[in-house]
């Protein structure tokens, strides 16, 4: 019997990557919904009880994301030449009449905070330029001010006349998962440790004013379990968890730290959907991204990587027939074909491992279905197929697209062809102080898969796939891109440094 | 176009400098690339009977020196293709007593006895040893001598960076280990640490400079066999020969040294950009600067194919300042070349100004510019106001039909770019009305120079240059369009780096260095570049500094002056970003420091905000918000 999974007709997708991965919460929303299970685990970040489970309450903060992001007035009522008493009395007239009803009764706290009006109005202006996907047309409940510290998190709601609610939509528990991950990956708590030191300081003037504006954290009611991740461990895991360390260790801002965080974590959260996609569809060979460099010239990669992407948004679709097949194999079903009442068996068996049929059907019903254990199977895949198509099936294009891994640039077709903030995310994971040009597409390949050059694309030159001048080309184009991004330095024809900008020891830049 | 090979030179007597012309053009940038190798030139000088082209090279001194000290160790020559360290290997090779025949041998390890009973074991190449075997043994020899106390051997190897550094990877990786040397050798190349004390590193990639240039021109220019040319034929009777022609103006210009000299600062620019110009293109250069002409065969003259260019009267297409480009090249040729790539870059001949245009355009017709177009222009007849661009010129200026068509005026675009490239040689220091870097991409590279000069010489630097590259920070920090030039505002937007938009001041400094605080302009000792060097705070703590490349000192001053264009503003604006990085990560630091007078102050946040006054100038207004506590 595998875990029950609550609120879903069938449990396939959620048995191979958890429970669950979701498609619309793109990488900086796993990692808000992350900081909101790490800020209630303070204590103890990255670490599961003796049970396995993680236990959070999300901050909700309504006063402050009412300020910031329900209230359209505030810039109108500053322009107007009115006295700061009537901008206030004014203000809070709009302000109230628009209010959830949860922010507080009384907001005439902001009156003594601020010296006038102007100036609360250009603090929200303020953090509001920084807040993420500030020009989306996402209903404001879905808005996020820059997770600045402690007090600047809460989670995705849905207001309406009858209360509120986490409708999931947002933070559909992908950052539950993650700190999941973290929590079993080697490392995991030492990383903890360091989260929450950088980003959990309360006393940093960004925070301090956002505690301003929000007074007392507004929690939701009750605890509640993270997601359910079924592997106890996986390699993933561990490079996910390196990547991070490593990044918290450069010499940066921290909040430019986190934009590294979020992409790196998308790109490790990617693979572990295609590598999991992979195991359980029973390939053992790595995952393969063939990136083309893209240039103002044509290339030959550029076809080999459209393959190499619709390969992989194949993958995950073969992992859910691979998956419901594979209850033939098992003993429980061939006993359950040998017995006698074998539609109902093979049901109860289907039942056990997919919670579906239902498991609160009794066998009467399963037997007026009167139907095989081949038709449950078919029929199962076919419905899975399907569920897969809305939002798990989604996961690879989406999440490529949102980290800058894919990219349909110059092009009908879709295909890998990293952006230049990948690539800086890249270079600053995985590079410590600089590395010969050669080793870094190297690690590259080791960690992510990614094949750029013709070292690392040797076998589809012996394959015939391409030749070996369109690889080489492609690497001295990243190598031309880097360059003019600053990270990568010459010392000769021959030879090149990819250098880390932020090295800890006051190097010049 | 004409093609002119010797087989079709109509006069059949061998000009009595037509050897030591072709021994030159074999430097030049030939397709197949002859003068690549060292072996050729020791051929080729043989057939030739001329006297080689001798550069001096105190590298090679130095080498020399080491092994005669006995000083324990080894060498190592670094560089890439054509800084000559097959060159340089051979002649240490010659001078410890080794024989041309034995040097000649394929065995790519040679061995020596050395006078003081050391033994010296060359490799010339490391690239050309395929066997692994050797290679290991080679690398093993390196490290024995250079960390295993043995100084019995003294091993003298040649090799290009990458090389070494892959092959001690190689070993180390099938030796289980992190090869011990690998790491050192790699900072000493990227200047990031010490020598290992006993490996004699010679990195000849990182000595070409103007003076390089200035010799190699010498070398050329000054060689004996011109003498020759006094008997030629081709010269006689008012005629000109571009080759002869063209020597003469680098050894004019010796004298008067604006070419040169203008030569050698786009060079210094060109290595300060972290172009690499290895010696062997600037042979190249040089001998294309001379031979080069657009009719010849593979843009290049022989003294036989003179005498038809001086038929067809076209001496003009060997014009001097198009051949520093390698204009006469096919573009394809040109840019297989270092060189020719690099001095791309500044755009000469694309690049003017309206004072320079207008001289050229309608100088010769404009009472109030007739004065300059005589000086600047007509006094030279050969490359300057010739027939033909007069002609064009003309046509131009007279609007005829096929002129306003489209293409109609490229004749005459053409002949104004190769103008321009001659302007900017040619123009005298002292002439306000057009100034020379002003026809380049790189408009402030003269006061680029200037700084470095001014700093090499540890004077007080123009207080014009460092208002403009305050003011260009400004902007570049917040975002903004400030005319401040008294201070650096350190400004976040409260998020990420990248954003925009920053307007909020972290701290702000002055923009002279005082009391420890402020920004600095330096000459950095390790890439001779000036820096500039920001310290948020006084003596307890290392400065951010940022390099100053010639391009991002024009990207600085660029924005300083409001104009930037698109072509190399990327790599600027991230190098730019990234030292914005460091600065707010050192004002993050700062601020979890304890500060003693905010004790009594934890009731109160103060943020301070840049506002723009109406003539931009910027300023930091602080918003104070009371925290209930």
Same mark, same amino acid.
């Given at each position: 019997?595998?875990?029950?999974?609550?609120?879903?007709?069938?449990?396939?997708?959620?048995?191979?990557?958890?429970?669950?991965?979701?498609?619309?919460?793109?990488?900086?929303?796993?990692?808000? +919904?992350?900081?909101?299970?790490?800020?209630?685990?303070?204590?103890?970040?990255?670490?599961?009880?003796?049970?396995?489970?993680? $236990?959070?309450?999300?901050? /909700?903060?309504?006063?402050?994301?009412?300020?910031?992001?329900?209230?359209?007035?505030?810039?109108?009522? /500053?322009?107007?030449?009115?006295?700061?008493?009537?901008?206030?009395?004014?203000?809070?007239?709009?302000?109230?009449?628009?209010?959830?009803?949860?922010?507080?009764?009384?907001?005439?706290?902001?009156?003594?905070?601020?010296?006038?009006?102007?100036?609360?109005?250009?603090?929200?202006?303020?953090?509001?330029?920084?807040?993420?996907?500030?020009?989306?047309?996402?209903?404001?409940?879905?808005?996020?001010?820059?997770?600045?510290?402690?007090?600047?998190?809460?989670?995705?709601?849905?207001?309406?006349?009858?209360?509120?609610?986490?409708?999931?939509?947002?933070?559909?528990?992908?950052?539950?998962?993650?700190?999941?991950?973290?929590?079993?990956?080697?490392?995991?708590?030492?990383?903890?440790?360091?989260?929450?030191?950088?980003?959990?300081?309360?006393?940093?003037?960004?925070?301090?004013?956002?505690?301003?504006?929000?007074? +007392?954290?507004?929690?939701?009611?009750?605890? /509640?379990? #993270?997601?359910?991740?079924?592997?106890?461990?996986?390699?993933?895991?561990?490079?996910?968890?390196?990547?991070?360390?490593?990044?918290?260790?450069?010499?940066?801002?921290?909040?430019?730290?986190?934009?590294?965080?979020?992409?790196?974590? #998308?790109?490790?959260?990617?693979?572990?959907?295609?590598?999991?996609?992979?195991?359980?569809?029973?390939?053992?060979?790595?995952?393969?991204?063939?990136?083309?460099?893209?240039?103002?010239?044509?290339?030959?990669?550029?076809?080999?990587?459209?393959?190499?992407?619709?390969?992989?948004?194949?993958?995950?679709?073969?992992?859910?027939?691979?998956?419901?097949?594979?209850?033939?194999?098992?003993?429980?079903?061939?006993?359950?074909?040998?017995?006698?009442?074998?539609?109902?068996?093979?049901?109860?068996?289907?039942?056990?491992?997919?919670?579906?049929?239902?498991?609160?059907?009794?066998?009467?019903?399963?037997?007026?279905?009167?139907?095989?254990?081949?038709?449950?199977?078919?029929?199962?895949?076919?419905?899975?197929?399907?569920?897969?198509?809305?939002?798990?099936?989604?996961?690879?294009?989406?999440?490529?697209?949102?980290?800058?891994?894919?990219?349909?640039?110059?092009?009908?077709?879709?295909?890998?062809?990293?952006?230049?903030?990948?690539?800086?995310?890249?270079?600053?994971?995985?590079?410590?102080?600089?590395?010969?040009?050669?080793?870094?597409?190297?690690?590259?390949?080791?960690?992510?898969?990614?094949?750029?050059?013709? %070292?690392?694309?040797?076998?589809?030159?012996?394959?015939?796939?391409?030749?070996?001048?369109?690889?080489?080309?492609?690497?001295?184009?990243?190598?031309?891109?880097?360059?003019?991004?600053?990270?990568?330095?010459?010392?000769?024809?021959?030879?090149?440094?990819?250098?880390?900008?932020?090295?800890?020891?006051?190097?010049?830049? | 176009?004409?093609?002119?090979?010797?087989?079709?030179?109509?006069?059949?007597?061998?000009?009595?400098?037509?050897?030591?012309?072709?021994?030159?053009?074999?430097?030049?940038?030939?397709?197949?690339?002859?003068?690549?190798?060292?072996?050729?030139? =020791?051929?080729?000088?043989?057939?030739?009977? &001329?006297?080689?082209?001798?550069?001096?090279?105190?590298?090679?001194?130095?080498?020399?020196?080491?092994?005669? %000290?006995? =000083?324990?160790? %080894?060498?190592?020559?670094? #560089? =890439?293709?054509?800084?000559?360290?097959?060159?340089?290997?051979?002649?240490?090779?010659?001078?410890?007593?080794?024989?041309?025949?034995?040097?000649?041998? *394929?065995?790519?390890?040679?061995?020596?006895?050395?006078?003081?009973?050391?033994?010296?074991?060359?490799?010339?190449?490391?690239?050309?040893?395929?066997?692994? &075997?050797?290679?290991?043994?080679?690398?093993?020899?390196?490290?024995?001598?250079?960390?295993?106390?043995?100084?019995?051997?003294?091993?003298?190897?040649?090799?290009?960076?990458?090389?070494?550094?892959?092959?001690?990877?190689?070993?180390?990786?099938?030796?289980?280990?992190?090869?011990?040397?690998?790491?050192?050798? $790699?900072?000493?190349?990227?200047?990031?640490?010490?020598?290992?004390?006993?490996?004699?590193?010679?990195?000849?990639?990182? *000595?070409?400079?103007?003076?390089?240039?200035?010799?190699?021109?010498?070398?050329?220019?000054?060689?004996?066999?011109?003498?020759?040319?006094?008997?030629?034929?081709?010269?006689?009777?008012?005629?000109?020969?571009?080759?002869?022609?063209?020597?003469?103006?680098?050894?004019?210009?010796?004298?008067?040294?604006?070419?040169?000299?203008?030569?050698?600062?786009?060079?210094?620019?060109?290595?300060?950009?972290?172009?690499?110009?290895?010696?062997?293109?600037?042979?190249?250069?040089?001998?294309?600067?001379?031979?080069?002409?657009?009719?010849?065969?593979?843009?290049?003259?022989?003294?036989?194919?003179?005498?038809?260019?001086?038929?067809?009267?076209?001496?003009?297409?060997?014009?001097?300042?198009?051949?520093?480009?390698?204009?006469?090249?096919?573009?394809?040729?040109?840019?297989?070349?270092?060189?020719?790539?690099?001095?791309?870059?500044?755009?000469?001949?694309?690049?003017?100004?309206?004072?320079?245009?207008?001289?050229?355009?309608?100088?010769?017709?404009?009472?109030?510019?007739?004065?300059?177009?005589?000086?600047?222009?007509?006094?030279?007849?050969?490359?300057?106001?010739?027939?033909?661009?007069?002609?064009?010129?003309?046509?131009?200026?007279?609007?005829?039909?096929?002129?306003?068509?489209?293409?109609?005026?490229?004749?005459?675009?053409?002949?104004?770019?190769?103008?321009?490239?001659?302007?900017?040689?040619?123009?005298?220091?002292?002439?306000?009305?057009?100034?020379?870097?002003?026809?380049?991409?790189?408009?402030?590279?003269?006061?680029?120079?200037?700084?470095?000069?001014?700093?090499?010489?540890?004077?007080?630097?123009?207080?014009?240059?460092?208002?403009?590259?305050?003011?260009?920070?400004?902007?570049?920090?917040?975002?903004?369009?400030?005319?401040?030039?008294?201070?650096?505002?350190?400004?976040?937007?409260?998020?990420?780096?990248?954003?925009?938009?920053?307007?909020?001041?972290?701290?702000?400094?002055? *923009?002279?260095?005082?009391?420890?605080?402020?920004?600095?302009?330096?000459?950095?000792? /390790? *890439?001779?570049?000036?820096?500039?060097?920001?310290?948020?705070?006084?003596?307890?703590?290392?400065?951010?500094?940022?390099?100053?490349?010639?391009?991002?000192?024009?990207?600085?001053?660029?924005?300083?002056?409001?104009?930037?264009?698109?072509?190399?503003?990327?790599?600027?604006?991230?190098?730019?970003?990234?030292?914005?990085?460091?600065?707010?990560?050192?004002?993050?630091?700062?601020?979890?420091?304890?500060?003693?007078?905010?004790?009594?102050?934890?009731?109160?946040? =103060?943020?301070?905000?840049?506002?723009?006054?109406?003539?931009?100038? #910027?300023?930091?207004?602080?918003?104070?918000?009371?925290?209930?506590?």
């Amino acid at each position: 019997m595998t875990q029950k999974i609550d609120g879903v007709d069938f449990a396939v997708d959620e048995h191979i990557w958890g429970h669950r991965l979701y498609d619309e919460q793109l990488p900086h929303l796993t990692i808000l +919904e992350f900081l909101c299970v790490l800020g209630s685990n303070i204590d103890s970040p990255l670490q599961e009880d003796a049970d396995g489970r993680v $236990q959070y309450k999300p901050q /909700r903060q309504y006063r402050l994301r009412s300020l910031l992001f329900n209230n359209p007035f505030v810039e109108a009522i /500053r322009a107007k030449s009115l006295s700061d008493a009537d901008k206030w009395t004014m203000w809070n007239e709009y302000f109230s009449a628009e209010a959830t009803g949860f922010e507080a009764s009384d907001m005439s706290y902001l009156r003594s905070s601020f010296a006038n009006f102007d100036d609360f109005s250009k603090v929200i202006t303020l953090l509001r330029s920084s807040a993420f996907e500030v020009h989306s047309n996402k209903r404001w409940s879905s808005k996020f001010v820059f997770p600045f510290g402690p007090d600047a998190l809460y989670e995705d709601l849905r207001f309406t006349s009858k209360g509120v609610s986490n409708d999931r939509r947002f933070f559909a528990r992908t950052g539950e998962l993650l700190y999941l991950m973290l929590c079993r990956a080697k490392g995991g708590a030492d990383l903890g440790k360091v989260l929450v030191e950088r980003l959990f300081d309360r006393e940093t003037p960004m925070n301090r004013l956002v505690r301003v504006l929000q007074g +007392e954290p507004q929690l939701a009611d009750t605890f /509640r379990d #993270g997601g359910y991740l079924p592997l106890a461990e996986h390699p993933r895991f561990d490079r996910l968890c390196s990547d991070w360390t490593a990044i918290l260790s450069r010499d940066m801002p921290v909040y430019d730290a986190l934009e590294h965080l979020i992409t790196n974590a #998308g790109l490790n959260l990617l693979l572990y959907f295609l590598e999991r996609g992979k195991e359980v569809a029973g390939d053992s060979e790595p995952i393969e991204i063939i990136c083309e460099v893209v240039s103002y010239e044509r290339t030959k990669v550029r076809a080999l990587s459209g393959e190499s992407y619709q390969a992989n948004q194949a993958l995950s679709f073969r992992a859910i027939r691979a998956n419901i097949e594979s209850v033939r194999l098992k003993e429980e079903w061939l006993k359950a074909l040998a017995s006698d009442d074998p539609h109902v068996e093979c049901a109860r068996v289907m039942s056990a491992h997919f919670q579906w049929p239902s498991t609160t059907i009794d066998d009467d019903e399963l037997d007026a279905m009167q139907k095989t254990g081949d038709e449950l199977v078919q029929e199962l895949t076919e419905i899975a197929e399907l569920r897969h198509k809305q939002h798990f099936g989604k996961i690879h294009a989406t999440w490529s697209r949102a980290i800058g891994l894919s990219s349909r640039r110059l092009s009908r077709r879709t295909r890998y062809a990293p952006n230049d903030r990948l690539l800086k995310t890249l270079v600053v994971s995985v590079v410590e102080d600089r590395m010969q040009f050669d080793e870094f597409l190297r690690e590259l390949r080791t960690r992510y898969g990614l094949v750029v050059g013709d %070292s690392e694309g040797a076998h589809l030159v012996k394959d015939k796939l391409v030749d070996q001048e369109a690889l080489s080309e492609n690497r001295a184009n990243l190598e031309a891109r880097l360059v003019g991004l600053g990270l990568v330095r010459r010392l000769s024809d021959s030879c090149s440094f990819v250098e880390n900008p932020f090295i800890s020891k006051g190097e010049a830049v | 176009m004409t093609d002119c090979t010797e087989t079709k030179a109509p006069r059949s007597a061998t000009p009595p400098a037509a050897a030591w012309v072709r021994f030159l053009r074999s430097y030049g940038p030939t397709p197949n690339d002859l003068n690549l190798f060292d072996e050729y030139v =020791t051929r080729a000088i043989k057939r030739a009977k &001329v006297p080689p082209i001798i550069l001096a090279s105190p590298q090679l001194e130095k080498m020399w020196q080491r092994i005669e %000290s006995g =000083t324990p160790g %080894s060498i190592l020559v670094a #560089g =890439t293709a054509g800084d000559g360290k097959t060159y340089h290997c051979r002649s240490l090779w010659a001078k410890c007593g080794g024989s041309t025949e034995e040097w000649s041998g *394929t065995d790519p390890i040679k061995k020596l006895r050395l006078t003081d009973g050391r033994t010296a074991v060359f490799v010339k190449d490391l690239s050309e040893i395929s066997d692994q &075997v050797q290679s290991d043994e080679a690398l093993k020899i390196l490290e024995q001598t250079v960390l295993g106390g043995d100084d019995s051997t003294v091993l003298i190897v040649a090799t290009n960076h990458g090389q070494i550094l892959e092959r001690l990877r190689d070993l180390g990786e099938r030796q289980s280990r992190i090869h011990p040397l690998r790491k050192p050798i $790699q900072d000493a190349f990227l200047l990031a640490g010490p020598y290992p004390e006993r490996l004699a590193i010679f990195d000849l990639s990182r *000595t070409a400079r103007r003076h390089s240039l200035e010799e190699v021109i010498g070398a050329i220019a000054g060689h004996p066999e011109w003498g020759k040319c006094a008997e030629c034929q081709r010269r006689s009777g008012g005629n000109i020969c571009p080759i002869f022609e063209n020597k003469e103006r680098l050894i004019a210009a010796d004298n008067n040294s604006s070419f040169v000299k203008r030569l050698g600062d786009l060079v210094e620019v060109s290595r300060h950009n972290g172009w690499h110009l290895p010696v062997r293109d600037l042979l190249a250069l040089v001998a294309n600067m001379v031979l080069g002409h657009k009719d010849a065969k593979e843009g290049l003259l022989t003294c036989h194919a003179v005498a038809k260019i001086q038929e067809t009267g076209n001496i003009e297409h060997g014009n001097i300042y198009d051949n520093v480009f390698g204009k006469n090249l096919p573009r394809r040729r040109a840019n297989d070349k270092q060189v020719f790539r690099a001095l791309a870059a500044f755009g000469i001949g694309e690049e003017t100004s309206n004072g320079s245009d207008g001289l050229l355009v309608y100088g010769a017709d404009d009472s109030k510019l007739l004065d300059a177009f005589e000086r600047l222009v007509k006094i030279d007849q050969i490359y300057g106001a010739t027939d033909s661009f007069l002609a064009a010129q003309t046509h131009y200026l007279e609007g005829n039909e096929d002129a306003r068509l489209d293409e109609g005026a490229s004749e005459f675009l053409h002949l104004l770019g190769t103008q321009r490239r001659r302007l900017f040689f040619t123009l005298p220091e002292n002439e306000p009305d057009y100034p020379f870097w002003e026809m380049t991409a790189f408009r402030f590279a003269g006061d680029y120079l200037e700084l470095m000069a001014t700093l090499a010489e540890s004077r007080p630097i123009d207080e014009t240059v460092r208002l403009r590259l305050a003011k260009g920070l400004n902007r570049v920090m917040t975002g903004l369009l400030l005319e401040n030039s008294d201070r650096i505002f350190i400004a976040s937007s409260g998020g990420f780096t990248q954003s925009r938009i920053s307007v909020l001041c972290d701290t702000e400094v002055p *923009t002279r260095r005082s009391r420890g605080v402020g920004m600095k302009i330096c000459l950095d000792p /390790r *890439t001779e570049r000036p820096s500039i060097d920001m310290a948020l705070g006084a003596f307890f703590d290392e400065p951010v500094v940022l390099n100053l490349t010639p391009v991002r000192f024009e990207f600085l001053c660029r924005v300083a002056e409001g104009s930037l264009p698109g072509s190399f503003s990327n790599e600027c604006l991230e190098d730019m970003l990234a030292f914005k990085a460091k600065l707010l990560r050192k004002a993050e630091l700062f601020r979890a420091m304890p500060d003693d007078d905010d004790v009594g102050d934890v009731e109160a946040l =103060t943020l301070d905000f840049i506002e723009i006054e109406q003539n931009g100038h #910027g300023f930091s207004l602080p918003i104070t918000v009371r925290i209930k506590t």
